[in-house]
T-cell receptor, first 109, second 113 residues
Framework: GQNIDQPTEMTATEGAIVQINCTYQ??????LFWYQQHAGEAPTFLSY????GLEEKGRFSSFLSRSKGYSYLLLKELQMKDSASYLC??????????FGAGTQVVVTP | DTAVSQTPKYLVTQMGNDKSIKCEQN?????MYWYKQDSKKFLKIMFS???????INETVPNRFSPKSPDKAHLNLHINSLELGDSAVYFC????????????FGQGTRLTVV
């Protein structure tokens, strides 16, 4: 399975850019997901990468390097509503998602 | 219309009791999951069903028994509840088992006292 490692917390100001890094072990790897979870709410899907490279979706982008077992989520033009936990998750061939502990992003005015 | 709905949203019960959490999805997905999120916010898969068949069964005490009467429903029954079972339980669904996003229900906060 994958061991997912991501920072615990990051703080940034409104309008700034934040990059959340995630490393994983590559055994049985079959794709890398990012989810957003606001306090007390359900996780919601942000992005999925299975091939190397950058996937861009509006203010959010996600990058994957399979050879390095590395991904990042880039949040641009930060807004207060982006304050949330961002979960990196590795998928295996059985469809099992292994989640990291999440990175709490705090956006300050 | 709620895509993945689970009931109840909150559940407070005493140790030793038996309780059930229900989950329904109206997305037409063929795969459903139960996840547990503990106090440290780790989200961990417990079970996965594809077309009513169990395909993932993580190391979960056998006091936890999932049941899928049809592919739109996946219920979770817990026997002899323990303090350590207190957590938020999320139901989720997806179309297919791989390379596909999962849609999560709003969660059931279980507190065992």
């Amino acid at each position: 399975g994958q061991n997912i490692d991501q920072p615990t917390e990051m703080t940034a100001t409104e309008g700034a850019i934040v990059q959340i890094n995630c490393t994983y072990q590559t055994s049985g790897f079959n794709g890398l997901f990012w989810y957003q979870q606001h306090a007390g709410e359900a996780p919601t899907f942000l992005s999925y990468n299975v091939l190397d490279g950058l996937e861009e979706k509006g203010r959010f982008s996600s990058f994957l390097s399979r050879s390095k077992g590395y991904s990042y989520l880039l949040l641009k033009e930060l807004q207060m509503k982006d304050s949330a936990s961002y979960l990196c998750a590795g998928g295996d061939s059985w469809g099992k998602l292994q989640f990291g502990a999440g990175t709490q992003v705090v956006v300050t005015p | 219309d709620t895509a993945v709905s689970q009931t109840p949203k909150y559940l407070v019960t005493q140790m030793g009791n038996d309780k059930s959490i229900k989950c329904e999805q109206n997305l037409g997905h063929d795969t459903m999951y139960w996840y547990k999120q503990d106090s440290k916010k780790f989200l961990k898969i417990m079970f996965s069903y594809n077309n009513k068949e169990l395909i993932i069964n993580e190391t979960v005490p056998n006091r936890f028994s999932p049941k899928s009467p049809d592919k739109a429903h996946l219920n979770l029954h817990i026997n002899s509840l323990e303090l350590g079972d207190s957590a938020v339980y999320f139901c989720a669904s997806s179309q297919g088992q791989r390379n596909t996003e999962a849609f999560f229900g709003q969660g059931t906060r279980l507190t065992v006292v």
